[in-house]
Nanobody, 123 residues
Framework: QAQLVESGGGLVQAGGSLRLSCLAS???????MGWFRQAPGKEREFVGG????????SLLDSVKGRFTISKSMTKDTMYLQMNSLKPEDTAVYFC?????????????????WGQGTQVTVSS
C-alpha cells in the first residue's frame, strides 16, 4: 500500500498554473509533510512543507509569491498550488512525510516518499 499518493502533474505553458495533491495514508497520518522536486541532472530540493494541522508552512524562497502550500484536515491531503510557472520549475515533484516534529529541508529527515509526479513547463 502506497503511503503517499501524488497527483496533479502535467504539461503547462509558462505563466500557467497547476495544483499538486498528496494524499496521506494511515501510516503517514499526523506527519509533517513536504514537497520536493528533482530536475534532470540535479539534486532533489525542498520546495515547501506543512505541519499536519496546516498552521505552519514553509516555502523555498524562489517560489514564494508563486506557490502556496495548504493542508486539508478533512481529506488528509496536502496541496501545492503553483502559479506563474516558469520553465525552470520543470521537474519531478515528490511528496514526503516526516515522523518527527518540524518542517525540514533535508531529504534524509523524511521517512516516506511518494512516487513522484512530472511537472513540465514549456516556454
Amino acid at each position: 500500500q502506497a503511503q503517499l499518493v501524488e497527483s496533479g502533474g502535467g504539461l503547462v505553458q509558462a505563466g500557467g498554473s497547476l495544483r499538486l495533491s498528496c494524499l496521506a495514508s494511515s501510516r503517514t497520518y499526523g506527519s509533517v509533510m513536504g514537497w520536493f522536486r528533482q530536475a534532470p541532472g540535479k539534486e532533489r530540493e525542498f520546495v515547501g512543507g506543512s505541519t499536519w494541522s496546516g498552521r505552519t508552512t514553509s516555502l523555498l524562497d524562489s517560489v514564494k509569491g508563486r506557490f502556496t502550500i495548504s493542508k486539508s484536515m478533512t481529506k488528509d491531503t496536502m496541496y501545492l498550488q503553483m502559479n506563474s510557472l516558469k520553465p525552470e520549475d520543470t521537474a519531478v515533484y515528490f511528496c514526503a512525510a516526516k515522523l518527527t516534529e518540524g518542517i525540514a529541508t533535508d531529504t534524509r529527515e523524511y521517512n516516506y516518499w511518494g512516487q513522484g509526479t512530472q511537472v513540465t513547463v514549456s516556454s
